[in-house]
């Protein structure tokens, strides 16, 4: 998957991640996207997709939702964190 | 599904959900659960899945996972929430 198809939800509002996914979809014309989060960020992401999907991009569905656990290198050590990726498919 | 299948994740800390699939699957033989959260609280519904999966039963599986917007009542009118539903199966 190219890097364009990848939305990565950080700290900006949710909207800016919303405006991106729905500019990906029409401006490159193209039929999945995905959407990865981590930690705290995960709620942002589900709601990211369910705001494109019911407001903006009507025709887009859930093609595959993975859950994972990440393993992050800190200044204390370890730390396992969770991510998502959510993508969705233009019919 | 009966009741004692879903487990709703709210503001207590994520250990005592974990505490409470893991006893659901063990104490009571069940092969299906369901994590349900609101808001915020996905991200620790992602993080409950995943401790429990990894750390306590490492032959559960993702069955299903479903996200859907609520619409809820409140003081000042209708909001709407994402939510997130987790159903973990043990092979």
């Known amino acids: 998957m190219a890097e364009e198809?990848?939305?990565?939800v950080g700290k900006k509002p949710t909207m800016n991640y919303v405006l991106a996914v729905v500019t990906q979809f029409n401006s490159n014309n193209l039929d999945k996207i995905t959407i990865k989060a981590r930690g705290k960020a995960?709620?942002?992401a589900v709601d990211i997709a369910e705001i494109t999907r019911h407001k903006f991009i009507q025709t887009a569905?859930?093609?595959?939702i993975n859950?994972?656990?990440e393993v992050l290198q800190g200044e204390h050590g370890e730390s396992n964190v969770s991510s998502i990726e959510i993508t969705?498919?233009?019919q």
């Open 67 to 69: 859950l994972e656990t």
């Open 88 to 90: 969705l498919k233009r």
């Open 61 to 64: 569905k859930y093609d595959k």
């Open 42 to 44: 995960i709620s942002k």
């Open 5 to 8: 198809n990848i939305i990565f």
